[in-house]
């Protein structure tokens, strides 16, 4: 059984209802004995994300579901940043179309961003994810975790895996998209793997 501080940890409930993530971090946090449970299996809706940076809608998120469970909490906030965008579409990539008075949903987010892209060179741009665990509601120190994935944008689609940005996330080593991976090297490679390695690391430093 994982540990933090002395708290078990085998049960924790994952402040989202989003199914890819959760796909994604239980093949991730399963081969280190943590069970997630989505908390709208648990009746918690969504929190608000009212935040301009990742690290505070990520607490805010894991603080709803603990408060409302009472089980330990593993939130993440992660998006799209690309650096010819200023960052954008960053803590609002979920809902990047509808800011701009479109649809939320991948497909919308896409075109917008394939659209705000058009006749720029630069198309670097990261994915990054932003992890935090809390005990308990009132937890004063939750572990927070980490990660970037570098790639570049296109302007056509590749790959029928994952979600999100991933069929226009390219990456040059890999000579693929995220959407061209097979779940077992996205889940070893993405920024949600490497924040999760460093949120692994500092629990077994706790134990």
Known sequence: MS??????????????????????????????????????????????EPHATFVENALAKARHAAR??????????SGLCVRALGGEPGVYSARYAQRAGGEKSDAANNAYLVERLRGQHDRRGYYFCVLVLVRHADDPEPLIAEGRWHGELLDAPRGENGFGYDPYFYLPDLNATAAQLEPAVKNARSHRAI?????????????
């Open 3 to 48: 540990e933090v501080a002395g708290t078990p940890l085998a049960r924790v409930v994952l402040a989202s209802n989003n199914a890819g993530k959760l796909r994604e971090f239980d093949a991730l946090l399963g081969a280190a004995g943590i069970a997630l449970i989505a908390q709208g299996e648990l009746g918690v809706p969504e929190a608000d």
């Open 68 to 77: 409302l469970t009472g089980l330990p909490a593993l939130a993440d906030d």
């Open 195 to 207: 924040a999760l390695a460093a949120l692994l690391a500092r629990l077994k430093e706790e134990r």
